[in-house]
């Protein structure tokens, strides 16, 4: 079974404030994660990426964040800006060929001035 | 233009009809991708070429969906007889080589089966 889930379609945050997006996996043997950020009309944009060797992963406002034990990984935005209002997927590739992404169903994210 | 380049960026049809789809990725990248993004939906692997490999085609859901890439750039995916479900955002994605991280995207084309 090899799925990537993120259960909220949706997250409404107030501007400056910390938005978090969760992502829960099924498989234990995922190794490597991505966040791609994806406005309207257009395509993903690769975002921040974390391996299973780390439990944290920073760049500028963006932290991502690994638990393997319970198979679940965050993204933090601080603070949140108006041009983060977009739809964030996680993305892992398949253990058994590497480039092939399984992807969550992604959140809409809404930053509120 | 560095990035991935995906035309037609619209399409309508009617059901029944065949589609081609094509892709134009990075210079020099050598691995390209097939996704397709249905409403409210992860993007789902479809076909995977990486140089002169043979692809895989594995994530292809039924034998009216077919993809060549020539002179290993330039991709086209074609829909056969096209339906209704086939109605989707086909994305596609290159990469510098095989199975490294991150893919690069176009923007897609809507495909409308009428």
């Known amino acids: 079974d090899q799925q990537v889930k993120q259960n909220s379609p949706s997250l409404s945050v107030q501007e400056g404030r910390i938005s978090i997006l969760n992502c829960d996996y099924t498989?234990?043997?995922?190794?490597?994660f991505l966040w791609y950020k994806k406005y309207p009309a257009e395509g993903p944009t690769f975002l921040i990426s974390?391996?299973?060797i780390k439990d944290k992963n920073e760049d500028g406002r963006f932290t991502v964040f690994l638990n393997k034990s319970a198979k679940h990984l965050s993204l933090h935005i601080v603070p949140s800006q108006p041009g983060d209002s977009a739809v964030y997927f996680c993305?892992?590739?398949?253990?058994?060929?590497?480039?092939?992404?399984?992807w969550g169903a992604g959140t809409k994210l809404i930053i509120k001035p | 233009g560095a990035g991935v380049s995906q035309s037609p960026s619209n399409k309508v049809t009617e059901k029944g009809k065949d589609v081609e789809l094509r892709c134009d990725p990075i210079?020099?990248?050598?691995?390209l991708y097939w996704y397709r993004q249905s409403l409210g939906q992860g993007l789902e692997f479809l076909i995977y070429?990486?140089?002169?490999?043979?692809?895989?085609k594995s994530g292809l859901p039924s034998d009216r969906f077919s993809a060549e890439r020539t002179g290993g750039s330039v991709s086209t995916l074609t829909i056969q007889r096209t339906q209704q479900e086939d109605s989707a955002v086909y994305l596609c994605?290159?990469?510098?080589?095989?199975?490294?991280?991150?893919?690069?995207f176009g923007d897609g084309t809507r495909l409308s089966i009428l």
């Open positions: 994605a290159s990469s510098n080589r095989q199975g490294q991280q991150p893919q690069h």
């Open positions: 210079s020099g990248h050598t691995a």
């Open positions: 070429f990486q140089g002169n490999s043979a692809p895989d």
């Open positions: 498989n234990s043997m995922f190794d490597y």
């Open positions: 974390i391996s299973s």
């Open positions: 993305a892992a590739p398949t253990p058994d060929s590497n480039y092939q992404l399984i």
